[in-house]
């Protein structure tokens, strides 16, 4: 398997070290690879394996209720899995922050993530939460890190969504 | 058994002989609720923790919506307070919305984290139609194979003592499994403002919103 890109590992650092995230709940996914793998070795956080998205939104407001910092690592299709939980993060005006690395947008190669790549935006909008596209390494840490103000301090909801421009389209075969 | 479920059309108004009370069994099994934090699911199952903590207390985070988000919420709050006790009173309909949470919980294993089910083997609030529950589904066995460590089954009086001690020792994630009669006792007023009860929880918990 290729090595993560460097960015995931900076990420990584900017929510546990400057926003002391201690929470990271993930359904797997290989564009938050790097992420997962530093938070089930970290001793310092909880590592929290969802067997649905939706879990991660709620585990998010029980941190909060409790004092402390949590973040849902997901894909786009996940989002889609989430949308009645989001409803206890808009009514309870619970801060709350993802990372949706997308599928079904530039470059998509499988017609089945499409549908809801093309909703995961105007899903989550409608859901109250703010989204902030990532088409660029470059932007990738100011971004996270604007949200991370955005979702602890002014406890917004917010989500960073990490483009395939970012991430590169998977290759899938044609014949 | 027949290919259509047995459709309730009310209550039962009787708690027949041998089969536990809600309010009864939840009372007793949570005990002093001490320094306890709450988190609960909808309906019946608010009601039955407001009726041990009182209807105005900051220690219980009650859902009125989002079902199925009970368990998930109980767990991101014990691992922020692995020092406090949290326990989650959810009832069977919210409970199987969303099973594999118990997965989730049984991975993690937080000790400080109990759950009970009130199951009353009906969507109460709904026109009491039969849950799975009723028609042979066992939520303990969910439990068991999401690898939580101590499970029980409670069914009648005499099993709740032990039970009740087991959610207090917290030697691992606890889960109880709490067969009721399928009643409605009177519902217990509280506002349904979650951010408000939100702030309530944070201030008494950690001293500020």
Redesign the interface.
Known sequence: MSEAPAWQGDLYDLLKNEFDV??FSYVPDAGHRELINRSIADPDV?S?????E???????????????R?VLLMQSSGVGNCV??F??VA????PFLTFVSMRGDFGEGNAWQMAMGKATQPVMEASGITCLRVDSEDELIPTSRAACTMAFQSEEAVAVLLTQKLLGAKAFPTA | MSSKPNLRLGPDQDVADGVLERRHAITELVGDPGETLFVSGLAGSKDDILHVVGADSPAAFTLSGAMGAAVAMGLGLALAQPDRKVMVVTGDGELLMNVGTLATVGVLNPSNLSIICVDNEHYGETGWQESHTGRGVDIAKMAEGGQIPNVRTVNKEAELGEAAQMLREGNGTSFVLVKVAPTKPPSIYRSRDASWHKGRFREALLGQN
């Open positions: 201690s929470q909880h929290v394996s969802l067997t649905t939706e879990e991660g939104v709620a585990l998010q407001c029980g941190a909060h209720l409790g004092g402390a949590s009645n939980f409803s206890l009514h309870g005006r619970f």
